[in-house]
């Protein structure tokens, strides 16, 4: 079977030592920052691109993605043992986790998320392996037209995950297309909203967007409510779950990686969305509902196995059609290109190494927080005590020395402080700055295959609905947006983020 | 109150039209060319024509529907932040990395509730600013002087 030929090859290049020790270091940050609330995945990966442009790409990526999953585990270990979610897809996690720790089962909500993730990320990584060729395949006959359905598609997506309103999601993603404008015209050599300034002629830098936006931004919001957390220090006992929760909990794990794998693969769908969406199931499901939100494992295991599905899943559009379905995504495309890789469909061919290294070392980067989470609670529990007052200092100092090694140029660094202001303006006007993101990473690939596929039509726009993909592509998206615009939809989407 | 019944539309909406307009009136000075040959103005005035299409609705949903108000807004967060940012931008080449980071931290420290000089604080600032001379500079080889030209000759 070429698939185990393939998973052998990815293997072969995740388990040499250096690749375990990058895996490990990026699982056991992505944890890290899990736990620390008001330091997420895509600050952190932000923080560390630059560091990682001396690493060979495999490694580099096995990294990011590392802390990115690692992040899942991290965040529900703080919904549990403080009630206090560190990710947005752990949000669920809290609710019926944190009653079992407050019940004094702390250890077997902790190993049930550990083993949900576990089981949710072995099969995620296989169905992995099983549908990126097939859909490389299809991308490969895609042309510009295509593309550039696509790219609408993926921004529409983006939207269902944005929280506040949609208005202001779909004026953020024109602001993004707007702002990846900046800097020279490919096509004809005209610099563009540069205000002849030199530093502009290659563009915005996206690092200094998204540490701006998403590091500093966000601290001045989070120092706006400064709350104390008190963390639940009695000693965590009794690991293993008993043999009646295994009973319980592998219906529910199994339904959850289900769900979690198809809402990771449509762009925007992601981690978060998943993990409600799988909870919801398993209280429909249940015959005790009224156990909901009481301490139910199984309101731990499905969710828990959702997130990791969908994290890991959502792998999928990025490395097949270079297609990022969320802000995490959008930074290993833009990890991808620094590197060198021309992101799409195909990497596959041309850097097999690349490719299944990453995903084999995603289910090694799942039995090694398997290992090491459990043993690490204590620490992970002291992290949790660390004041926010004395670590946002730090992360301040990684981003302002971070950005300038992108270029070594001051300039980055106060163009990250500006973009710091705008993040934060934007998110007191409820205008969630993802979409913008991706926007502004996909602006200028969207502008040259508009431009390509007008030029073969002959300015004839038609062709974007008389190309039978392509229409189809288009199709979804004006479905997506239609869906979104439901009431009972937008109904579920206020349910799923009011928590936050 | 104002006639601005939903301000975080409305700011919002003043935003995009801003943005809108500024990237029309720019774009104005790129060729437009045809659908296809498309100029170096026709991506950028299409996505801005949009921007004000939006900004337009957005301003007017907030004049006329109401929306939760903005709240207060961390002023004191947002200028030291920002000044602490921009000062570590200004000393970096000038004042070498040690005193950049110095400034770094200490102004952007100042803006928490519960910013104090106490002697875990110091001990933690000495050690950030050793660690990452140490690793940056010495380790990964950034171009930050550790001493600046205000310290040369």
């Known amino acids: ?500 | 109150m104002t006639g601005i019944r939903g301000q975080r539309d409305f700011g919002i909406g003043v935003i995009y039209l801003a943005l809108g307009l500024a990237g029309f009136i720019i774009a104005r000075n790129y060729s437009f060319g045809t659908a296809g040959r498309m100029g170096p103005g026709y991506f950028p005035t299409i996505i801005s024509s949009l921007l004000i299409v939006f900004g337009v609705i957005t301003v007017a949903r907030g004049l006329f529907r109401d929306g939760t108000p903005i709240g207060a807004i961390n002023w004191k967060g947002i200028f030291l932040i920002t000044l602490s940012v921009c000062a570590f931008g200004y000393l970096l080449e000038r004042a070498g990395v040690v005193v950049a980071l110095l400034a770094l931290i200490l102004i952007s420290a100042a803006a928490s509730e519960r910013f104090r000089l106490e002697i875990r604080a110091i001990a933690g600032l000495v050690a950030l600013i050793v660690f990452c001379t140490v690793v940056f500079v010495e380790g990964l080889g950034l171009p930050m002087p550790i001493l600046g030209e205000w310290f040369r000759n």
């Open chain 1, 1 to 500: 079977m070429d698939i185990f030929a393939n998973l052998w090859l990815g293997l072969t290049v995740a388990a040499t030592f250096s690749n375990m020790l990058y895996c490990l270091i990026g699982v056991f940050l992505g944890t890290a920052i899990g736990v620390l609330p008001g330091l997420g995945p895509v600050a952190t990966i932000a923080m560390l691109l630059p560091i990682t442009f001396g690493l060979p790409p495999e490694s580099a990526l096995i990294m990011l993605a590392g802390i990115y999953y690692g992040a899942q585990y991290g965040g529900s270990t703080t919904a549990i043992l403080v009630n206090l979610p560190g990710e947005p897809s752990s949000v669920v996690t809290a609710l019926d986790g944190y009653q079992m720790a407050r019940q004094g089962h702390a250890g077997r909500a902790l190993s049930t998320a550990a083993i949900g993730s576990f089981i949710a990320g072995t099969i995620a990584t296989v169905l992995i392996a099983i549908f990126a060729p097939a859909l490389a395949a299809v991308a490969l006959q895609f042309g510009p037209a295509e593309y550039f359905s696509l790219m609408v598609l993926g921004l529409i997506a983006s939207i269902v995950m944005a929280s506040g309103p949609l208005l202001h999601a779909l004026g953020m993603i024109l602001v993004g297309l707007l702002l990846g404008m900046v800097g020279t015209d490919v096509n004809s050599a005209v610099p563009r909203y540069t205000f002849d300034m030199p530093l502009l002629a290659d563009g915005l830098n996206f690092v200094v967007i998204a540490m701006g936006v998403f590091g500093i931004g966000e601290i001045v919001a989070n120092l706006e409510d400064e709350a104390d957390r008190t963390v639940m220090t009695k000693r965590v006992t009794g690991l293993m779950p008993t043999k009646e929760d295994w009973k319980r909990i592998i219906a529910p794990i199994l339904r959850g990686t289900a769900l979690g794998s198809l809402l990771g693969i449509l762009p925007g769908g992601g981690a978060a969305l998943a993990s409600f969406g799988s909870y919801t199931l398993e209280k429909k499901m249940s015959k005790t509902p009224e156990q909901f939100g009481k301490g139910a494992i199984e309101g731990v295991a499905g969710p828990e196995a959702a997130n990791n599905a969908g994290a890991q899943t959502s792998f999928i559009p990025m490395l097949t059609l270079g297609l990022p379905s969320n802000s995490v995504m959008a930074l290993m495309i833009g990890a991808m290109i620094m590197q060198g890789i021309q992101p799409g469909p195909s990497v596959m061919t041309e850097q097999p190494a690349l490719f299944w290294g990453l995903i084999a070392s995603m289910w090694i980067g799942n039995l090694m927080l398997l290992v090491l989470n459990l043993p690490l609670i204590g620490l992970w529990v002291r992290m949790i005590a660390i004041p926010y007052n004395l670590l946002f200092p730090i992360i301040i100092v990684f981003c302002a020395i971070g950005v300038f090694s992108v270029n070594n140029n001051t300039f980055d660094v106060y163009a990250m402080a500006l973009f710091g202001v705008v993040g934060y303006v934007f998110r007191k006007l409820d205008a969630e700055p993802a979409p913008m993101l991706l926007a502004f990473i996909l602006g200028p690939m969207m502008e040259e295959f508009l431009r390509r596929a007008m030029l073969f039509s002959k300015g004839d726009p038609s062709v974007l609905v008389t190309r039978p993909l392509s229409s189809v592509l288009l199709a979804i998206a004006a479905t997506l947006l239609a869906a979104v615009l439901l009431p009972f939809v937008r109904k579920g989407r206020k349910q799923a983020f009011q928590e936050e």
